[in-house]
Nanobody, 122 residues
């Protein structure tokens, strides 16, 4: 079975930091990219940051300069270093991964973690 599991959420004061971690595991051939999302109104998910195997990154404007995404391809893990946290960053953060499984090495599969709660108090 293939899955992703995230951790690292918690409660911090405004201006504090957290580091989220996510690892993909299972019968994986390769990881094309990984990303972090959070909930937005309408029960949708907003892309916070993403990173590809080649190292290309993208951030939503509200976190630029404060959050840093990185990936360890060998460990099939992605990290989100969150600095200068603001109360509006409070949310459930979800890890997403695009993987190629051993069974279908040319067909990407999108996986989601269960989420980790980030709460920033004022």
């Amino acid at each position: 079975q293939v899955q992703v599991v995230e951790s690292g959420g918690g409660l911090v004061r405004a201006g504090g930091s957290l580091r989220l971690s996510c690892t993909a595991s299972g019968n994986i051939f390769a990881v094309n990219g990984m990303a972090w999302y959070r909930q937005v109104p309408g029960n949708q998910r907003e892309l916070v940051a993403r990173i590809t195997f080649g190292g290309s990154t993208r951030y939503t404007d509200s976190v630029k300069g404060r959050f840093t995404i990185s990936m360890d391809n060998a460990k099939r893990s992605v990290y989100l270093q969150m600095n200068s946290l603001k109360p509006q960053d409070t949310d459930v953060y979800y890890c997403g991964a695009e993987v190629l499984t051993m069974e279908a090495q040319k067909i990407p599969h999108d996986l989601w973690g269960q989420g980790t709660q980030v709460t920033v108090s004022s």
